[in-house]
């Protein structure tokens, strides 16, 4: 499923969300997930000490499956590499677990815009006043077509200068292949593979050179008809659409469903008996008709014109009965959840998603009447009942639920990631997750800060633990280190 995703950002704690669906892509067997993620001088990653002193290397987290045996279902065996499904990350409050998540964040924003974000320039790691005029490194590897593609760029934060940036083919029986590199700031991008014959690129390069930007984000932000003519050099646009609309990252302000698992009355049920299993007191989900003008009066008029845009540019082009705009808004009244259709006969319908109760009346409720919990249930909804392939990054997943419900929920996600090109990292404090009986040894990872405030990343497949080991008591325990650390509380020593 294709989305064109917008934000509208207004005064004070307001948000409006607003996704467009506009076709259905199945997953037809190769993979398309997250392979590894590389990081360096980033907030409280400054990088690994190599031999013999040599420059840092950097911070590596990774979906590839340690020496485990058991839960093989825990892993899409499809692809190039065998490549896990989810994982879990563990750190005690401010070791840097969040950061990892921002660190992911940036190479998304920085890809897709081609220009370092607003306020980024203070993100280098300050644990050495040196860092400030260091590169900073991103790489993400992903599984693409069969294929490991390793996308990065090194950036100078404080001055905000481009200083290398890379695309390269790992092919797991043959050589690795560098399809276009830039390996300083004064250089030029050279290609190679099957992008050296395409003369348009070198041309498109000088067009390009001295702009401070990432190569891969101009030519698709603004070279919309260049796969046409040069369909050999699609892999450029496959690795910019994954990083934009399959990467989905979320912090625990932001909601995270856009609520278009709610696009059928066959979807609707499903999330209707997932809530209720699920222990919420919710007996269904319902899609209640209403005005499209009492929808519309909830958001801006720059939104509603930017909707009213695109529901005209979707008749225009001919397609009418599958056309769906999901809105989320967050305003001074609250929390509301709007479904807005395209109909055959050019006119739009609007619903409000509400909520009925076990109760013996049938009052239907709100998503803003519901309790926290109830709402962050629904937003991790999309996961479960998503078609969408995709790689969801999740900061605080147990934020307002229950130990039990957050264990559960992680189990019905195996569940419906049987056959499905999806895989869940989260950030968590829950400890229950670290059972065996529920996660492999190489699901687990720890994020620890040194003395210094570097962060470190490693995995749990690091200690060899034995399957009948208490993990969760260990962990407490402070035996893999991300655990908080406290000075004496008491007695308190009260100033003179």
Known sequence: ??????????????????????????????????????????????????????????????????????????????????????????????????????????????????????????????????????????????????????????????????????????????????????????????????????????????????????????????????????????????????????????FPANPLADSSFLANSESIAAASRLLKAFGTGIECVEAVPLPVEKAFAALPPDLIKLVVAQMENIAKNGIHATDTVFIRTQNGNGKDIFVIRHKKNDEMEAYSIQFKHAFKTSTLFKINEESDGTARLFDLLEILLSKVNKTYVIDELDRCLHPSLSFEFVKAFFEYAKDRGVQLIVTTHESRLMDFDLLRRDEIWFVDKK??????????????????????????????????????LFPVVKER
């Open 1 to 250: 499923m294709r989305k064109f995703l917008f934000h509208f950002v207004s005064q004070g704690k307001m948000w409006y969300i607003v996704f467009i669906e506009r076709e259905k892509i199945t997953f037809v067997g190769w993979l398309i997930m997250l392979v590894r993620f590389n990081v360096k001088n980033f907030l409280s990653f400054a990088g690994k000490l190599s031999e013999a002193s040599k420059p840092l290397s950097s911070e590596e987290f990774s979906m590839i499956p340690g020496k485990v045996r058991s839960k093989e279902e825990h892993l899409f065996q499809n692809g190039p590499v065998p490549l896990l499904k989810f994982a879990a990350v563990y750190g005690a409050n401010a070791a840097g677990k969040s950061n990892l998540i921002k660190a992911m964040a940036f190479f998304k924003n920085c890809s897709i815009l081609g220009a370092l974000p607003a306020g980024a320039s203070e993100s280098y790691c300050k644990v050495d006043p040196a860092n400030k005029d260091r590169s900073s490194y991103f790489e993400m590897e992903i599984a693409l077509d069969n294929v490991v593609y390793s996308y990065g760029f090194e950036v100078v934060l404080n001055s905000g200068r481009f200083v290398s940036e890379w695309l390269c083919r790992l092919s797991k029986n043959r050589e690795p292949v560098c399809l276009f590199n830039k390996e300083g700031e004064s250089s030029d991008y050279v290609f190679h593979g099957e992008l050296e014959s395409i003369k348009d690129l070198k041309v498109l390069v000088t067009s390009f050179s001295g702009s401070n930007s990432l190569f891969l984000s101009f030519i698709n932000r603004n070279m919309a008809g260049f796969y046409k003519t040069h369909p050999e050099a699609s892999i450029l646009n496959k690795v910019f659409s994954w990083i934009g609309n399959n990467l989905d990252i979320n």
């Open 451 to 488: 003395q210094s405030g570097e962060s470190d990343i490693y995995s749990l497949e690091e200690f060899n633990e034995r399957f009948d080991k208490k993990i969760d008591k260990a962990y407490l325990e402070g035996r893999y280190g991300g655990v908080p650390l406290f000075n004496s």
